[in-house]
């Protein structure tokens, strides 16, 4: 009924190297969203701290307030927003993980560590009296 194109480009690499159809050759590809050797997609600028993309958006906002875009200031006034959450909640961690390790250090100061009861029982055996010995024999 109706006839089909026949593909133009069918067979030809077109000058690339890559087939997906080559055997063992997926296991020297690399793909886009692999990051195993440690290095960002974004090779022309490194990230930033939270710290410094508030201080970047509240900028960005006056600047656009100055300007007289109130829409652009308040998208820039929410992205300021977001990243002082992040800084507040980072910093929240950190002080929970000082008073974990100051408790820590002071439960530790204070009270040895205790041994376990099975420890106990290998160094010291309970001595037994005359009369229980007498009555394992019978």
Known sequence: MFQRKPKRFVGRSNGRRHSPHRNGSSQNRMHSNSFSNGHNRNNYRPTLSAEK???????????????GDKTLSENYLQHADHYMRVIEEKNK?????KNLNAENLQTEEKDPPIKSESAKEEKDPPIKSESAKEEKKL
């Open 53 to 67: 993309l508030l201080e970047k958006y509240s900028t960005l906002a006056k600047e656009a307030m100055t300007s």
């Open 93 to 97: 961690n950190q002080l929970q993980n």
